[in-house]
Protein backbone atom coordinates (compact mmCIF):
# COMPACT_ATOMS: atom_id res chain seq x y z
CA UNK A 1 0.00 0.00 0.00
CA UNK A 2 1.17 3.25 -0.72
CA UNK A 3 3.01 5.22 2.20
CA UNK A 4 1.23 8.36 1.00
CA UNK A 5 -2.59 6.90 2.05
CA UNK A 6 -2.41 6.63 6.04
CA UNK A 7 -4.68 4.00 7.18
CA UNK A 8 -8.03 5.49 8.77
CA UNK A 9 -9.73 3.75 11.71
CA UNK A 10 -13.30 4.98 12.71
CA UNK A 11 -11.42 5.31 16.39
CA UNK A 12 -13.04 3.60 19.53
CA UNK A 13 -15.78 1.49 17.66
CA UNK A 14 -13.62 -1.41 17.28
CA UNK A 15 -14.56 -1.51 21.30
CA UNK A 16 -18.46 -1.53 20.77
CA UNK A 17 -20.96 -4.06 21.88
CA UNK A 18 -21.91 -3.82 17.64
CA UNK A 19 -18.27 -4.77 16.08
CA UNK A 20 -17.11 -7.49 19.00
CA UNK A 21 -20.73 -9.04 18.44
CA UNK A 22 -20.00 -9.51 14.41
CA UNK A 23 -16.44 -10.83 14.56
CA UNK A 24 -17.33 -13.57 17.24
CA UNK A 25 -20.03 -14.50 14.96
CA UNK A 26 -23.42 -13.13 16.91
CA UNK A 27 -25.70 -10.58 15.20
CA UNK A 28 -25.80 -7.63 17.21
CA UNK A 29 -28.94 -5.76 18.65
CA UNK A 30 -30.89 -2.80 16.46
CA UNK A 31 -29.64 -0.48 19.80
CA UNK A 32 -26.25 -1.74 19.03
CA UNK A 33 -25.76 -0.98 15.12
CA UNK A 34 -27.92 2.46 16.32
CA UNK A 35 -24.63 3.12 18.89
CA UNK A 36 -22.02 1.92 16.30
CA UNK A 37 -23.18 4.54 13.96
CA UNK A 38 -23.24 7.31 16.47
CA UNK A 39 -19.47 6.85 17.36
CA UNK A 40 -18.62 6.01 13.95
CA UNK A 41 -19.86 9.19 12.79
CA UNK A 42 -18.94 10.92 15.85
CA UNK A 43 -15.14 9.66 14.97
CA UNK A 44 -15.13 10.14 11.46
CA UNK A 45 -18.09 13.13 10.35
CA UNK A 46 -17.86 14.04 6.80
CA UNK A 47 -17.13 10.25 6.04
CA UNK A 48 -20.40 9.81 4.02
CA UNK A 49 -20.30 13.09 2.31
CA UNK A 50 -16.71 12.93 1.03
CA UNK A 51 -17.52 9.49 -0.62
CA UNK A 52 -20.59 10.44 -2.31
CA UNK A 53 -19.44 14.17 -3.35
CA UNK A 54 -16.85 12.68 -5.21
CA UNK A 55 -19.40 10.66 -7.48
CA UNK A 56 -21.16 12.23 -10.18
CA UNK A 57 -23.36 11.47 -13.11
CA UNK A 58 -21.87 11.85 -16.62
CA UNK A 59 -23.79 15.44 -16.73
CA UNK A 60 -21.90 16.90 -13.21
CA UNK A 61 -24.25 16.06 -10.94
CA UNK A 62 -23.76 14.70 -7.13
CA UNK A 63 -26.26 11.81 -5.59
CA UNK A 64 -27.15 14.94 -3.50
CA UNK A 65 -27.98 17.03 -6.44
CA UNK A 66 -30.50 14.51 -8.12
CA UNK A 67 -32.25 13.65 -4.81
CA UNK A 68 -32.41 17.63 -4.60
CA UNK A 69 -33.41 18.30 -7.85
CA UNK A 70 -36.79 15.37 -7.76
CA UNK A 71 -37.74 17.11 -4.23
CA UNK A 72 -38.47 20.12 -5.56
CA UNK A 73 -40.02 18.85 -8.63
CA UNK A 74 -42.22 16.94 -6.16
CA UNK A 75 -42.78 19.53 -3.36
CA UNK A 76 -46.13 20.81 -2.50
CA UNK A 77 -45.54 23.43 0.20
CA UNK A 78 -41.98 25.33 2.04
CA UNK A 79 -41.41 22.88 4.96
CA UNK A 80 -38.46 20.39 4.36
CA UNK A 81 -37.37 17.46 6.42
CA UNK A 82 -34.29 16.08 5.94
CA UNK A 83 -33.76 12.49 7.80
CA UNK A 84 -30.29 11.49 8.56
CA UNK A 85 -28.71 15.00 7.30
CA UNK A 86 -25.77 14.07 8.42
CA UNK A 87 -23.20 17.42 8.06
CA UNK A 88 -25.87 18.90 6.19
CA UNK A 89 -24.49 18.63 2.34
CA UNK A 90 -28.10 17.36 1.26
CA UNK A 91 -29.74 20.52 2.36
CA UNK A 92 -26.59 22.76 0.81
CA UNK A 93 -28.12 21.36 -2.23
CA UNK A 94 -31.67 21.65 -1.86
CA UNK A 95 -31.34 25.27 -0.85
CA UNK A 96 -29.72 25.33 -4.81
CA UNK A 97 -33.37 23.89 -5.84
CA UNK A 98 -36.37 25.42 -3.54
CA UNK A 99 -37.98 28.98 -3.71
CA UNK A 100 -36.58 31.23 -1.22
CA UNK A 101 -39.48 30.86 1.45
CA UNK A 102 -38.81 27.13 1.47
CA UNK A 103 -37.60 26.18 5.48
CA UNK A 104 -35.21 23.22 6.10
CA UNK A 105 -34.81 21.16 9.17
CA UNK A 106 -32.60 18.35 9.41
CA UNK A 107 -32.67 15.83 12.13
CA UNK A 108 -29.42 13.35 12.84
CA UNK A 109 -28.77 10.69 15.31
CA UNK A 110 -25.04 11.92 15.82
CA UNK A 111 -24.87 14.76 17.77
CA UNK A 112 -21.23 15.72 16.35
CA UNK A 113 -22.39 15.48 12.58
CA UNK A 114 -24.92 18.15 13.96
CA UNK A 115 -23.00 19.90 15.74
CA UNK A 116 -20.62 20.88 11.91
CA UNK A 117 -24.08 21.49 10.21
CA UNK A 118 -25.50 23.93 12.71
CA UNK A 119 -22.07 25.81 12.15
CA UNK A 120 -22.28 25.76 8.16
CA UNK A 121 -25.45 26.87 8.08
CA UNK A 122 -25.51 29.85 11.47
CA UNK A 123 -26.08 32.63 8.39
CA UNK A 124 -28.82 30.57 7.54
CA UNK A 125 -32.43 31.58 9.37
CA UNK A 126 -34.46 28.65 7.27
CA UNK A 127 -32.06 25.98 8.32
CA UNK A 128 -32.60 24.02 11.45
CA UNK A 129 -31.03 21.09 13.20
CA UNK A 130 -32.18 18.64 15.84
CA UNK A 131 -30.28 15.44 17.06
CA UNK A 132 -33.21 12.65 16.57
CA UNK A 133 -33.76 8.84 16.39
CA UNK A 134 -36.12 8.72 12.92
CA UNK A 135 -38.30 6.05 14.41
CA UNK A 136 -39.17 8.54 16.99
CA UNK A 137 -39.35 11.99 14.84
CA UNK A 138 -39.71 14.60 17.88
CA UNK A 139 -42.18 16.53 15.45
CA UNK A 140 -46.16 17.02 15.32
CA UNK A 141 -48.06 15.34 12.87
CA UNK A 142 -48.30 16.99 9.45
CA UNK A 143 -45.64 19.34 10.17
CA UNK A 144 -43.77 18.95 6.71
CA UNK A 145 -44.84 18.92 2.88
CA UNK A 146 -41.81 16.87 1.89
CA UNK A 147 -39.25 14.17 3.39
CA UNK A 148 -35.85 13.75 2.17
CA UNK A 149 -33.46 10.92 2.47
CA UNK A 150 -29.98 10.35 1.33
CA UNK A 151 -28.31 6.99 1.59
CA UNK A 152 -29.97 6.55 5.15
CA UNK A 153 -32.76 4.44 4.53
CA UNK A 154 -30.80 1.65 3.90
CA UNK A 155 -29.18 1.45 7.18
CA UNK A 156 -32.13 0.97 8.99
CA UNK A 157 -33.59 -2.63 9.83
CA UNK A 158 -36.38 -0.89 11.24
CA UNK A 159 -37.29 0.49 7.87
CA UNK A 160 -41.09 0.00 8.36
CA UNK A 161 -41.55 2.00 11.42
CA UNK A 162 -39.12 4.49 10.17
CA UNK A 163 -41.51 5.31 7.28
CA UNK A 164 -44.72 5.18 9.35
CA UNK A 165 -42.88 7.61 11.42
CA UNK A 166 -42.15 9.57 8.43
CA UNK A 167 -45.76 9.48 7.08
CA UNK A 168 -46.85 10.94 10.39
CA UNK A 169 -45.14 14.28 9.83
CA UNK A 170 -46.05 14.55 6.54
CA UNK A 171 -48.94 16.81 5.17
CA UNK A 172 -51.65 14.74 3.61
CA UNK A 173 -50.49 14.82 0.02
CA UNK A 174 -46.93 15.35 0.90
CA UNK A 175 -44.21 13.60 -0.71
CA UNK A 176 -41.33 11.27 0.49
CA UNK A 177 -38.08 11.28 -1.54
CA UNK A 178 -35.00 9.38 -0.99
CA UNK A 179 -31.93 7.81 -2.56
CA UNK A 180 -30.40 4.36 -1.63
CA UNK A 181 -27.54 2.48 -3.39
CA UNK A 182 -28.80 -0.62 -5.19
CA UNK A 183 -26.36 -3.18 -2.74
CA UNK A 184 -23.28 -4.92 -3.37
CA UNK A 185 -24.49 -7.89 -2.87
CA UNK A 186 -27.62 -7.48 -5.15
CA UNK A 187 -27.57 -9.31 -8.69
CA UNK A 188 -27.97 -5.96 -10.59
CA UNK A 189 -25.29 -4.37 -8.99
CA UNK A 190 -22.40 -7.05 -9.21
CA UNK A 191 -20.71 -5.76 -12.58
CA UNK A 192 -19.63 -2.23 -11.36
CA UNK A 193 -16.05 -1.82 -9.86
CA UNK A 194 -17.23 -0.27 -6.63
CA UNK A 195 -18.59 -3.87 -5.98
CA UNK A 196 -15.95 -5.57 -6.94
CA UNK A 197 -13.56 -3.50 -3.95
CA UNK A 198 -16.52 -4.19 -2.13
CA UNK A 199 -16.38 -8.19 -2.53
CA UNK A 200 -12.26 -8.33 -2.25
CA UNK A 201 -12.78 -6.14 1.20
CA UNK A 202 -15.36 -8.77 2.50
CA UNK A 203 -13.37 -11.25 1.58
CA UNK A 204 -10.22 -9.73 3.70
CA UNK A 205 -12.23 -8.85 6.41
CA UNK A 206 -13.61 -12.79 6.84
CA UNK A 207 -9.90 -14.23 6.25
CA UNK A 208 -8.78 -11.52 9.36
CA UNK A 209 -11.80 -12.43 11.34
CA UNK A 210 -12.95 -15.88 10.37
CA UNK A 211 -15.91 -16.51 13.31
CA UNK A 212 -17.28 -12.95 11.67
CA UNK A 213 -21.03 -12.61 10.37
CA UNK A 214 -22.55 -10.23 8.04
CA UNK A 215 -24.54 -7.96 10.46
CA UNK A 216 -28.06 -7.55 9.55
CA UNK A 217 -28.05 -3.39 9.91
CA UNK A 218 -30.67 -3.34 7.21
CA UNK A 219 -34.00 -3.99 5.41
CA UNK A 220 -32.81 -6.17 2.43
CA UNK A 221 -35.86 -5.96 0.74
CA UNK A 222 -34.20 -2.51 -0.12
CA UNK A 223 -32.06 -3.61 -2.35
CA UNK A 224 -34.87 -4.26 -5.38
CA UNK A 225 -38.17 -3.14 -6.93
CA UNK A 226 -40.04 -5.61 -5.44
CA UNK A 227 -39.10 -5.31 -2.05
CA UNK A 228 -39.19 -1.83 -1.90
CA UNK A 229 -42.97 -1.98 -3.12
CA UNK A 230 -43.21 -4.84 -0.35
CA UNK A 231 -41.76 -2.32 2.44
CA UNK A 232 -44.36 0.73 1.61
CA UNK A 233 -47.03 -2.28 1.51
CA UNK A 234 -46.36 -3.59 4.92
CA UNK A 235 -45.91 0.12 6.47
CA UNK A 236 -49.47 0.63 5.06
CA UNK A 237 -48.80 4.81 5.48
CA UNK A 238 -48.55 5.48 1.61
CA UNK A 239 -50.27 5.96 -1.40
CA UNK A 240 -48.43 2.78 -2.69
CA UNK A 241 -49.96 3.90 -6.56
CA UNK A 242 -47.89 6.98 -6.23
CA UNK A 243 -44.51 4.96 -6.04
CA UNK A 244 -41.93 5.64 -8.46
CA UNK A 245 -38.25 4.34 -8.21
CA UNK A 246 -35.93 5.52 -10.48
CA UNK A 247 -31.86 4.01 -11.40
CA UNK A 248 -29.36 5.94 -12.23
CA UNK A 249 -25.11 5.50 -11.72
CA UNK A 250 -22.74 8.37 -10.25
CA UNK A 251 -18.74 7.99 -10.60
CA UNK A 252 -15.70 8.93 -10.77
CA UNK A 253 -12.42 8.00 -11.79
CA UNK A 254 -9.85 7.03 -9.38
CA UNK A 255 -6.49 6.21 -8.75
CA UNK A 256 -5.60 3.17 -6.36
CA UNK A 257 -4.75 5.10 -3.48
CA UNK A 258 -7.96 7.31 -4.05
CA UNK A 259 -9.80 3.70 -3.66
CA UNK A 260 -8.48 2.49 -0.94
CA UNK A 261 -8.54 5.97 1.21
CA UNK A 262 -12.84 5.53 0.34
CA UNK A 263 -12.81 2.53 1.58
CA UNK A 264 -11.73 3.97 4.67
CA UNK A 265 -14.60 5.53 4.92
CA UNK A 266 -16.55 2.43 5.26
CA UNK A 267 -18.64 0.94 8.20
CA UNK A 268 -17.06 -2.06 9.83
CA UNK A 269 -14.13 -2.31 7.72
CA UNK A 270 -13.29 0.96 9.10
CA UNK A 271 -13.04 -0.52 12.77
CA UNK A 272 -10.93 -3.90 11.94
CA UNK A 273 -8.20 -3.52 13.85
CA UNK A 274 -6.27 -5.45 11.06
CA UNK A 275 -7.95 -2.26 8.24
CA UNK A 276 -4.36 -2.39 6.79
CA UNK A 277 -4.73 -5.79 5.63
CA UNK A 278 -8.15 -4.98 3.86
CA UNK A 279 -7.10 -1.86 2.57
CA UNK A 280 -4.12 -3.68 0.71
CA UNK A 281 -6.59 -6.40 -0.67
CA UNK A 282 -8.60 -3.35 -1.83
CA UNK A 283 -5.74 -1.51 -3.71
CA UNK A 284 -4.63 -4.57 -5.48
CA UNK A 285 -7.88 -5.32 -7.01
CA UNK A 286 -7.52 -1.59 -7.83
CA UNK A 287 -4.23 -1.50 -9.46
CA UNK A 288 -6.07 -4.58 -11.11
CA UNK A 289 -8.89 -2.48 -12.84
CA UNK A 290 -6.47 0.27 -13.85
CA UNK A 291 -5.39 -2.36 -16.02
CA UNK A 292 -1.83 -0.75 -16.44
CA UNK A 293 -2.99 2.62 -16.54
CA UNK A 294 -3.20 5.58 -13.72
CA UNK A 295 -6.97 5.07 -13.18
CA UNK A 296 -10.06 3.04 -13.50
CA UNK A 297 -13.65 4.04 -13.59
CA UNK A 298 -15.80 3.71 -10.55
CA UNK A 299 -19.35 3.42 -10.45
CA UNK A 300 -22.25 3.70 -7.90
CA UNK A 301 -25.58 2.42 -8.86
CA UNK A 302 -28.51 4.26 -7.19
CA UNK A 303 -32.41 4.27 -6.69
CA UNK A 304 -34.48 7.30 -6.44
CA UNK A 305 -37.89 6.69 -4.58
CA UNK A 306 -40.52 9.03 -4.33
CA UNK A 307 -43.97 8.41 -2.61
CA UNK A 308 -46.82 10.48 -1.69
CA UNK A 309 -48.99 10.71 2.09
CA UNK A 310 -52.69 10.04 0.73
CA UNK A 311 -54.26 13.09 0.35
Known amino acids: MSEGIPVRQARGTEQTEFFQSVIAGSQPSV???????????????????????????????????????????????????????????????????????????????????????????????SVSMRQAFAAVLPFEDASFDIVVSHQVFNFMPDLVQVLRETARVLRPGGALVFSTNRGWQAPESRECSWVYLADVAARAFEEAHPKSVAPLIDDRRIYSDG?????????????????????????ADLIPDKAVEMRCWTYVQASSPQSDRILAAVRAKAVELCGGGDTFYCEIPFRLVSVRKPA
Open 31 to 125: GAWYEYLDLFHASMPLANEALFTSFRTLDGRSSYDVLAEKAAAEARGPAVLDIGCGCGTLITSLLDHFPPDARFTGVDLCEAEIQVARSAFVQQS
Open 227 to 251: GIAAIFNEAAAFDTTSLRIERYVVG
